[in-house]
C-alpha cells in the first residue's frame, strides 16, 4: 500500500497501552508530553470517556485549540445523552440510560465502567453475534433480556447469572430491574440491539426508560 510521508498517525489508550496520548499515573497527557487534566477532574472517568477524552484533546490541539482551552472543556463535559447517562440514583441504586449502545461491543465497553451492574438488553436483533455478551459477567451480576431478542439475550448468559425475561414493556422492564438491583449496583440499559421493536429510535427508547424509571421511584417514594 502507498503511503504518504506528511500523514502523522497518533495513537491513544489508557495507561500501560504505550499509546503516544496516554495516562501516566492519573494524569491525561498529550504525545509531547504535555499534562491535561487528572482523571479525578472529568465529570465522568468511565473508561471510554478517559479514552474519549484523549481522542478529543489530540485531536483539537491538532486542529489548533489552546491547551488551557481543551483543559476547560474536559472539565466540564457532561457526556452525551443515551451514552451511559445517569438517570437517577435510589437506595443506593444507580440508573444509567446507554441506549446508543445497539451493538453487542457497545454494551461490553460500557459495563466495564462498573463494579456490580444489572444489565437491561434486547430489542430487535440486526444479526449480529449476541453471544460475545457473555463476557461481561462479570461485573453484569444479573440481566433484565427484554424485546424480541429476549430469547437470545437469555442464551447467551443463563449459566451465568439470573436472567429474567420480558417481553411486554419498558415499564415491566424496569420494575423486574428494580427487583433484582441492590444497594451499590448500577441498573445500565445498554441493549446491544436496535430499538424498532418497541421504539422508532434509540433516543425514543431512552427517554422512555428514563421515564419509567422516574415513575418507579416517584411512586417507590409515595408508598413509603
Known sequence: ANRNPDIETVTFG????????????????LPDDTPLVDVSELRRALPHDVTNALAASVAAVAAGAEIDAVRSVLRSF?????????????????????????????????????????????????????SVLAEAVPPVKAVVAMGEAADDIAAALEGLCPVRRVTTDIAD?????????????AVLLSPGCTSFDWFGSYSERGDA????????????????
Open 14 to 29: 489508557p495507561e500501560g497501552t504505550d499509546a503516544d496520548a496516554t495516562v501516566v499515573g492519573t494524569e491525561l497527557r
Open 78 to 130: 457532561d457526556g452525551l445523552a443515551h451514552r451511559v447517562q445517569l438517570v437517577a440514583e435510589s437506595d443506593g441504586v444507580r440508573w444509567y440510560d446507554d441506549a446508543k449502545a445497539t451493538t453487542p461491543h457497545a454494551t461490553l465497553a460500557a459495563v466495564a465502567g462498573f463494579d456490580s451492574v444489572v444489565l437491561v438488553a434486547g430489542g430487535r436483533n440486526k444479526g449480529l453475534d449476541l
Open 173 to 185: 422492564v424496569v420494575a423486574e430491574a428494580n427487583r433484582m438491583a441492590i444497594s451499590g449496583d
Open 209 to 224: 426508560f428514563a421515564a419509567a424509571v422516574r415513575r418507579l421511584l416517584a411512586g417507590a417514594q409515595d408508598a413509603s
